[in-house]
């Protein structure tokens, strides 16, 4: 088994479904939260002085979706065949290209809330339509067993409710969904134990 070693800051973000892969995998790693003063003193030393950074016996993986797509395949959870892993990496990208346009890093508070109200009053009801309508009547979004789409959708969702608590409050089969994935064996005990932050 590799020696993995997860780098971010102490929050769940950008690399929580990395944390999800590998609880709901029953695989140990080691959690390293970066305090902000931490980061300043070694971004240099990061590869595109960017986190999460994934260690893998030493060797840094970077970008979150690159890692969460090395990690899916490691552990089953990126589709079961070549067609299924392009479906989900399909869902996880549509998920990610809104969860993008967020200003994570604007200082201006009127700003950043003009940019999310927008995005929340005009695209995120057309992603939410599409989402809903892929997901259908199925128990997950791509074939007939979870993986990390699902996975992304839970913990992508969970900080767009923290700013906007009615986010998605009217796609009952996407909330559904939530609830599955946070029910999984190695899932809920994680919500449970993992430490308490913002988002």
Known sequence: MPNYKLTYFNLR?????????FAFSGIKYEDNRLQRADWLTIKSTIPFEKIPILEVDGIILHQSLAIGRFLAKETGL???????QAQVDAIVDSIDDFISLFPWGEEDEDAKRAIQNNLFSNLAPGLLRNLEKYLGENEWFVGNSVTWA????????????????????????????????QALPGISEWIKERPETVM
């Not at 969970?158 to 609830?179: M, R, W």
């Open 13 to 21: 973000g950008r690399a929580e479904i990395a944390r999800y892969i």
């Open 78 to 84: 990126a589709g079961k065949t070549h067609l299924e």
């Open 150 to 181: 699902d996975f992304y959708w839970d913990v992508s969702s969970s900080t767009l409710i923290v700013l906007k608590p009615d986010f998605a409050q009217n796609y009952p089969k996407l909330l559904a969904l939530k609830d599955r994935v």
